[in-house]
């Protein structure tokens, strides 16, 4: 199953899976944009809530499963900036 195609939810995911996505990459949940990479690792440290794009809602609580299920975890911004956490 593939969160790139399918609504999941962050619990479902098996550990088990051995197809790991190669990069999962978050944005702003509720519209929340972001012009300063520095803006958007304050808010994801903070515990605030971004999403999967094309998936479900995640925050730093989710970072342990995010990582079993791919190497490279990123969030976009809007000027195009890239921050890997």
């Not at 593939?2 to 509720?30: D, F, H, K, R, W």
């Not at 519209?31 to 304050?42: C, F, H, I, M, N």
């Not at 903070?46 to 079993?68: E, H, M, N, Q």
């Amino acid at each position: 199953m593939s969160i790139l195609y399918q609504p999941v939810t962050i619990n479902n995911i098996s550990e088990e899976s051995s197809n790991m996505v190669q990069c999962i990459t978050l944005q702003g949940a509720y519209g929340r944009r972001y012009k300063e990479p520095s803006k958007a690792l304050k808010d994801w440290k903070d515990g605030k809530d971004f999403i999967i794009v094309l998936g479900p809602y995640c925050s730093i609580r989710d970072l342990p499963d995010l990582k079993r299920m791919s190497n490279e975890i990123v969030i976009r911004c809007d000027d195009g900036s890239i921050i890997k956490l």
